[in-house]
Every structure is written in structure tokens, then in C-alpha cells.
């Protein structure tokens, strides 16, 4: 078929496109944040004990292995062949743009269900407990899944991909966004001002607090973008604040 790429390569193309993600945002976040002397990381880090060598170790290792899996799935969900944006003009842009915005909403609903349900006391330990080993997560953990959770967290992409003439530019734009903002929750700093977390508006956001605190405490602020199906469901653990201990 014009435009299709051969497995090997596309299995290739994925893991690059995985990695390069993962280094461009966790690796940035780390140099920024913690690899330098950094004035705004002693103000904002949300727990006062460091990082282990073990940890972050830990973290990347299984970084790596999800990388590997997500290019597997992925390759299976998405096949060989690009979608191409559909529109000409100034509509090309609102095409991307509405794409990209749908997959954030029903990825933002996804991961919060799929989120509390590997919480649940017979799944937890067996896949989602690697996650919340780091209870003092680095940005290296953003992708620190158990394999079989790294297929949960690529699955709900399948319908999508297989009904929907979704463009692979939205879907790419949309990778590399939620890898920054899986990122800025496991980055161990609040990025955002604090009053955002009472404004009318930017309240809806999922702050790196109130991720941090989930790790810690290992219940509550099951979102990823919004805070919104937190709020709506009861879960949100917003009064923990700063978490440092």
C-alpha cells in the first residue's frame, strides 16, 4: 500500500519515537530540576528527601521495557500505514487541533478508570505496586509500568485507531503530550503557582502535588490531565497540599 512501511521498521520507528519522548522530557526534567543546582527545585520540591541511585535504577529499567511494549501494541493497534489529515487550508489546522483535543478527553477518562481499577486489592499487587515503589517518584518514573500495565495503558487506543480516521500528525502530537505531562506529575517539583490550585479555572488541572501525594499515600488523585473526574468522583485529595515530609 502507498505510504506503508515495512514491520521491522515501523517496530523501530515506535521504539525511537518512544525513547526520543521519554529522554526529551524525563531526561530535561531531571538535568533542569535535580541534575543542577536549581534555585526554583528548593522551593517547589514536594518531599524533602532525595532520590535513590535504586530508585531511579529502577524507574528506568522499567522505563526501557515499557518503551519496548508500547512499540509492540502499538504496532499491532496503528499498523503500517499513516492516516493523513483530510482538510486544506485553515481547516487543516482545526483538524489537527480538534483531534488532538478529543484524544486528551477520552484519554484523561480512560487512565482515571483504568487507574482505580489497578488499585484494586487483587490487582494492585500484582501489576500496578512496581509503579508506587518509587513513593518519592523522579520524572524517571513517568513510564515505569509492569508490562502487563503498559498494555493497559495503550489498549484504549485500539478503537479508536480501528473506527475513527484519526490523523497520525494529532496522534503524535498527542504522544509527545502526554509524555510531558505524565512527566510534570512524577517530576517531584510544582511546576504550576500555588494559587492555580484555588482559581475558578486552572483548579481543573491535575497539579504534580496532587500526583506526588498519590504516590505517597497510595490512594486518591487518580487523574492524569484534569483533576475533573477526581472532583466528580470523590477522590480528589486536593487538602494534602505540599507533601513534604
Not at 15 to 36: E, Q
Not at 95 to 106: I, N, Q, R, S, T
Not at 120 to 141: E, K, T
Amino acid at each position: 500500500m502507498p505510504g506503508a512501511v515495512s514491520l521491522p521498521l515501523l517496530l523501530a520507528l515506535l521504539a525511537a519515537m518512544h525513547l526520543a519522548r521519554y529522554l526529551l522530557f524525563a531526561g530535561g526534567a531531571w538535568l533542569v530540576l535535580w541534575a543542577w543546582s536549581n534555585p526554583f527545585t528548593a522551593r517547589r520540591r514536594l518531599q524533602r528527601v532525595d532520590f535513590t541511585k535504586k530508585d531511579l535504577s529502577r524507574e528506568v529499567l522499567a522505563s526501557l521495557a515499557t518503551i519496548l511494549v508500547f512499540a509492540l501494541v502499538f504496532a499491532g493497534i496503528f499498523g503500517a500505514t499513516p492516516v493523513p489529515l483530510r482538510s486544506e487550508g485553515a481547516w487543516r489546522a482545526a483538524e489537527f487541533l480538534g483531534w488532538l483535543a478529543f484524544l486528551v478527553a477520552v484519554h484523561d477518562t480512560t487512565f482515571y478508570w483504568s487507574h482505580r481499577l489497578l488499585h484494586h486489592p487483587r490487582v494492585f499487587p500484582l501489576v500496578h505496586a512496581l509503579h508506587h515503589q518509587s513513593r518519592n517518584p523522579s520524572p524517571f518514573a513517568a513510564l515505569a509500568f509492569h508490562p502487563l500495565e503498559a498494555i493497559v495503558q495503550a489498549a484504549w487506543a485500539a478503537p479508536l485507531a480501528w473506527l475513527l480516521p484519526i490523523p497520525t500528525a494529532s496522534w503524535l502530537a498527542f504522544a509527545f503530550l502526554a509524555m510531558l505531562v505524565n512527566v510534570v506529575g512524577h517530576c517531584g517539583v510544582e511546576p504550576y503557582p500555588l494559587a492555580w490550585q484555588r482559581h475558578p479555572v486552572f483548579k481543573w488541572l491535575n497539579f504534580a502535588t496532587f500526583h506526588n501525594g498519590h504516590h505517597l499515600r497510595v490512594a486518591g488523585n487518580y487523574g492524569l490531565y484534569f483533576s475533573a473526574w477526581d472532583r466528580w468522583m470523590g477522590t480528589l485529595r486536593a487538602s494534602e497540599g505540599d507533601t513534604r515530609t
